[in-house]
């Protein structure tokens, strides 16, 4: 069936560098993206979202990118702290309803 | 201004037993989904639930239930409990049926023996 995935399921950086987390999906009739980023022992907190038809999206140290040519989705992290140490998910939504389906994670490693 | 809030934060059931888990939305918002999380997945969709009717549903069986109140506060029922069912499972909330950004709260953490 049709899924939302990401390329890499651990991602390692050092303090203060940009990460970049990658995501693909395979719906193209999705019409609505999410990232969201999920600590130990919480629920998955809200990022940024985009919709399709905008390609790029900025929030405070982060964007969003979004390349429907080849059904592609990133989320860059300028500047990348310890507190943003957790698992990232991206999500689409089709048309209808607001059900997302989400991709299996990334988790983001901040080194000292 | 409370965010969604989960109860209980855990629980342990047996095989066989039934489960009911509860969620209150954020403030101000009348639209509650339920996710189950397994351990090391992302959040997989239950249902939704909008002036107190199943308005959507994912592929989970009818062992799955719901159910929402007129103050929008929603229960999750599990019966006939699998292994299986072990997750974490998570409420979210939004203004809306159609409204996408959802709430999540943090989940009842969920243990089948």
């Known amino acids: 069936g049709e899924s939302v995935g990401l390329h890499l399921p651990t991602l390692s950086v050092q303090e203060g560098d940009n990460s970049i987390i990658n995501c693909a999906y395979s719906?193209?009739?999705?019409?609505?993206f999410i990232w969201y980023k999920q600590e130990s022992g919480k629920g998955p907190q809200f990022i940024i979202d985009?919709?399709?038809?905008?390609d790029k999206r900025q929030g405070q140290r982060v964007t969003v990118l979004l390349n429907k040519t080849v059904k592609h989705l990133s989320l860059q992290i300028a500047a990348t702290q310890p507190g943003d140490s957790a698992v990232y998910f991206c999500?689409?939504?089709?048309?209808?309803?607001?059900?997302?389906?989400f991709g299996g994670g990334t988790r983001v490693l901040v080194k000292p | 201004d409370a965010g969604v809030t989960q109860s209980p934060t855990h629980l342990i059931k047996t095989r066989g037993q039934q489960v009911t888990l509860r969620c209150s939305p954020k403030?101000?918002?009348?639209?509650v989904s339920w996710y189950q999380q397994a351990l090391g997945q992302g959040p997989q969709f239950i249902f939704q639930?909008?002036?107190?009717?199943?308005?959507q549903r994912g592929n989970f069986p009818d062992r799955f239930s719901g159910h929402q109140f007129p103050n929008y506060s929603s229960e999750l029922n599990v019966n006939a409990l699998l292994l299986g069912d072990s997750a974490l499972y998570l409420c979210?909330?939004?203004?809306?049926?159609?409204?996408?950004?959802?709430?999540f709260g943090s989940g009842t953490q969920l243990s089948v023996l």
């Open positions: 979210a909330s939004s203004l809306g049926h159609l409204n996408e950004k959802l709430f």
């Open positions: 719906n193209s009739a999705s019409d609505y």
């Open positions: 985009i919709r399709s038809n905008m």
């Open positions: 999500a689409e939504k089709r048309a209808a309803g607001n059900k997302l389906t």
């Open positions: 403030s101000g918002h009348d639209t």
């Open positions: 639930y909008y002036e107190e009717e199943e308005r």
